[in-house]
């Protein structure tokens, strides 16, 4: 069993701006104690990006000096979407990524991800590292041995043409009416170029930050203004990205919702050849799987977070996953959840099949989902409570495959969470509403 971390959590480090490690003198201290660790491997220069929140200015600065002091050297990226940070941090041959968001959250939220010069998430060994470091006095090399700084002009220019090398159909966009969303985040001076160098027509929303916008009615986890656009524009699609650009979600031409689920089957069917499985999660649509099944492509579940979704690819030697939420990984093209490059492999499947993405997404025929979250005061025996246990072993002995049950405690709140999908709506509420009432019963 892993050693408990401290501060990371399954993504870096996250909190209100001012609240727990989200203070700059913190910071500054995470910054030197990761640079100490960094230069006891050898290490010399680190990448620092950024989305659009106005904390950010307060935390590149304070990450700066920290990793300063510690005499490694800081190249600066300004605002870019979080995979753009892995990528370069990889072509600029950095020893470490750093990217300061917290993603889809509101801008008084913050955080703090960290990327290996391949890339990739750090492991637990060195956030443990780094926790520990965290524990120690902090000290300050001599002068001669600081590190310097060196802001990377250039950054933007460098990711889009990386974008844009990804899409590989015989087809440009030429003709293609596109609405993006950049969510006032670090897509927005990014996206809408790739977009409209490959040929498209682009109009956009979304793409005047002013450090309190991010994520704010609009974005992928704000889909209406984006689906509004759309329709009223007679546009053939629209795709929006998170604040940080690792989710992507799509609207097809009548504003209906193209989610992960649906982008995870696209872009893996039209790459069968070299698709043997996919891995989606828990979340994931009982339809998508379904449609999986036919096409003849294992689809396997992995725990909510897009770790667990790499890590279970890792392991089986598999390029493409995805959560229903938009984080979809495309481990052919790069190293993780990358919206822009995501959406590109759409586009291209479009191509590709000469299909409008609509017509591409009545392949899969996705069953009604319900959750019902029911307020409880302690959820730690969930999966050992009797009752509830042999009510849905009750109903998934009556319905068989043609009902899927998902029953969890949230993480963040005092919740158990419900989750019935199924063919009919009808029985999928029934059943929720039962279960829902169990759970009241049992722990409220």
């Known amino acids: 069993m892993s050693q408990k971390r401290k501060y ?49 200015y307060m935390f590149e600065s304070a990450l700066e000096a920290g990793f300063i002091a510690a005499g490694i050297d800081v190249y600066l990226l300004g605002p870019m979407p979080t995979p753009a940070v892995a990528y370069l941090t990889q072509t600029l041959h950095a020893d470490m990524g750093i990217v300061i968001s917290a993603s889809h959250n509101p801008h008084y939220d913050n955080g703090i991800k960290f990327f290996t010069a391949e890339g990739k998430k750090i492991s637990d060994e060195m956030e443990l590292a780094i ?39 015989p087809l440009k966009l030429d003709g293609l009416s596109i609405v993006v969303d950049c969510s ?5 001076h990014i996206a809408p170029h790739v977009f409209r160098e490959l040929g498209a027509e682009v109009s956009t929303i979304g793409v005047q930050p002013d450090g309190m916008n991010i994520n704010q009615d609009c974005g ?18 629209g795709i929006a990205f998170d604040g940080d650009g690792d ?10 919702i193209v989610d992960g689920d649906l982008i995870l089957y696209i872009v893996a069917t039209q790459q069968k050849k070299k698709t043997p499985g996919v891995v989606g999660t828990v979340m994931s649509n009982l339809g998508v799987e379904k449609a ?13 977070g897009d770790r667990y979704v790499m890590e279970n690819l890792v392991a089986r030697g598999w390029l493409f996953g995805a959560e229903p939420s ?30 409008p993405l609509r017509d591409l997404c009545q392949e899969v025929t996705l069953f009604p989902q319900v959750l019902r979250n029911v307020s409880v005061e302690d959820a730690s025996h969930l999966a050992d409570n009797a009752p509830l246990q042999e009510k849905v072993r009750q109903f998934e002995a009556e319905y068989g495959d043609s009902i899927r049950i998902l029953i969890r405690a949230s993480g963040t709140e005092p919740l158990i969470r419900v989750m019935v999908e199924g063919e009919e709506r009808s029985r999928v509420e029934a059943v929720a509403d039962s279960l829902s009432k169990v759970v009241r019963s049992e722990f409220s």
């Open 326 to 355: 938009g984080h979809v990984l495309c481990l052919n093209k790069t190293t993780t959840g990358d919206g822009i490059i995501a959406a590109l492999q759409v586009l291209a499947a479009m191509r590709y099949r000469q299909m």
């Open 8 to 56: 990371f959590g399954t993504d870096g480090i996250r909190n209100r701006v001012g609240q727990g490690m989200l203070r700059p003198d913190e910071i500054l201290k995470l910054g030197w104690a990761t640079g100490r660790v960094l230069k006891r491997q050898g290490a010399k220069r680190i990448m620092i990006g950024k989305d659009t929140r106005i904390s950010g």
């Open 220 to 237: 992928a986890t704000h889909l209406n203004a984006l689906r509004k656009a759309v329709v009223m524009q007679n546009a053939d699609l």
């Open 184 to 188: 006032q985040g670090a897509t927005y």
């Open 247 to 256: 989710r992507v979600m799509m609207v097809d031409s009548q504003g209906e």
């Open 292 to 304: 999986f099944k036919r096409a003849g492509i294992e689809f396997v579940r992995a725990r909510v």
């Open 131 to 169: 926790e520990a470091a965290l524990e120690e006095e902090m000290d300050v090399v001599s002068s001669d041995k600081l590190g310097k700084a060196k802001r990377i002009d250039d950054a933007a220019g460098r990711y889009i043409e990386f974008c844009k090398s990804t899409y590989k159909a």
